[in-house]
């Protein structure tokens, strides 16, 4: 199901001027069913030893008195690895929940989460759960850092659509 | 009605241990992991045979124990006992862990006056009182039975030992266990590690499984044991005890048990 593709070839003809070392690409499927609520979603990496830095995380802020963070931990890998260890809400670590649609979080190599990355074998993780509906968790191993564009990639069943990893150097 | 009720069921509470095992005494609360403090969970409290439905008789919360994270006994809230169980409220105001417990200490006593059978239940500070000193065929016995969860809200908290009693003691956090992890816990008595003391865990669901999970181990020379939950939900935890440290003189021994209920998340 996860594939490592290198695409050197594309990244060359589009341009790298943009250059981020890290990039994650997430689909927020439309669903079919009578009750919809856009899912919470929380990204994050972990390490070999179950490390785990936060990227980001989509819940409902705009709620008064902060009630939407009530449900911050049904996203429950990343609540117990990181959530309930955080204090939220925070610039640049938490933002809105988004409507179904492809969403690209580019992650400069000056982002605390990755700036001081050991080399080595990681798994960037994808959770979304939502009310009244599912939850699933996205695992996708990659390698830090990378002497040429590499690109990682794997298919949600449910929660989640396509979602992507790319590294460059 | 109800303190008819009550009181059987607090009974049945404290002697189930010693009827092998003819029901099970459990709290179950709404939620176990919560996102901040000020949130409440509600607990169930009931006995019955099949974990964890109320269809039997409720466990009275008389005697209930709630201990917020920096060791502050907390009020319930809505405390209401029906026909099959008792419920409550627990706000959570404090971030951290709080343990939630019905704590029943008592003597038992049977005997007979001018050959008149009688029994009594009660508080050994009562005992001198309430059984006459020339009760002949005195048999007395201790129970101390503690039946507890935890719930946190945000970071679990450290739980410390009680010191007294039959008592699980985190190694892994109650509120931090995940299916396929395994996970491990010491229980002491009287705050001395419990050694080889054969524990029952069991998972709830049992109305829809045709074959119970149930995990019986033992504890290691350090009264520790580890278990790895074989699926996601909430699992009862039991070990019972018998010796003879009594507060009574006339008590030939002490019947000690211990209940938990935890929940395992899914991965």
Redo the contacts between chains.
């Keep these: 199901m996860q594939k490592t593709i290198s695409l050197t070839a594309c990244v060359l003809l589009t341009g790298a001027a943009h250059a981020a070392d890290l990039n994650v690409a997430i689909e927020v499927p439309r669903l079919s069913v009578a009750e919809y609520h856009r899912p919470y979603v929380a990204v994050w990496i972990e390490g070999p030893d179950r490390t785990a830095m936060h990227l980001d995380v989509w819940y409902d802020v705009k709620l008064k008195d902060h009630e939407g ?5 049904d996203l ?2 990343w ?2 690895r990181i ?3 955080l204090t939220l809400p925070a610039d640049g670590v938490s933002g809105a929940t988004r409507a179904p649609g492809a969403y690209e979080l580019a992650f400069p190599a000056s982002h605390p989460a990755i700036a001081n990355l050991a080399p080595g074998e990681y798994r960037l993780m994808v959770e979304a759960a939502r009310e009244v509906g599912g939850r699933e968790l996205i695992e996708i191993p990659f390698r830090w850092p990378a002497t040429e564009i590499q690109r990682y990639q794997a298919q949600g069943q449910h929660e989640l659509g396509a979602v992507a990893v790319t590294v460059k150097p | 009605m109800n303190r008819l009720i009550g009181l059987a069921s607090v009974l049945l509470g404290t002697l189930a241990f010693s009827t092998a095992q003819a029901h099970r005494t459990w709290l179950l609360p709404s939620s176990t992991v919560l996102s901040a403090p000020g949130e409440w969970v509600t607990v169930d409290a009931a006995v019955s045979n099949q974990l964890f439905y109320f269809n039997h008789v409720p466990l009275r919360a008389d005697t209930l124990e709630i201990v917020a994270p920096n060791g502050a006994k907390v009020a319930p809230q809505n405390v209401s006992t029906g026909k099959f169980r008792t419920t409550f409220d627990v706000q959570l105001n404090e971030a951290g862990t709080y343990r939630i417990a019905v704590v029943n200490d008592g003597v038992m006593a049977s005997y007979k006056v001018g050959g008149e059978q009688k029994r009594w239940r009660g508080r050994a500070q009562d005992f001198a009182k309430q059984v006459p000193a020339n009760a002949e065929e005195l048999r007395v016995f201790e129970t101390t039975a503690r039946v507890e969860t935890f719930v946190t809200a945000g970071k679990p908290s450290e739980l410390k030992a009680l010191g007294r009693g039959l008592e699980l003691v985190p190694v892994t956090h109650p509120n931090d266990l995940v299916a396929g992890e395994p996970a491990r816990f010491k229980f002491l008595l009287d705050d001395q590690p419990a050694r080889d003391l054969e524990v029952t865990i069991v998972a709830g669901g049992e109305r829809y499984r045709d074959r119970p999970i149930e995990l019986k181990t033992s504890t290691d020379a350090q009264g520790e044991l580890e278990v790895t939950w074989p699926e996601p939900g909430m699992y009862w935890i039991n070990a019972s005890a018998q010796d003879r440290n009594t507060q009574i003189e006339q008590a030939s021994e002490r019947r000690v048990s211990y209940v938990a209920t935890v929940e395992v998340m899914a991965p």
């Design positions: 963070a009530k449900w911050l931990k429950r890998a609540w117990r959530g309930r260890d």
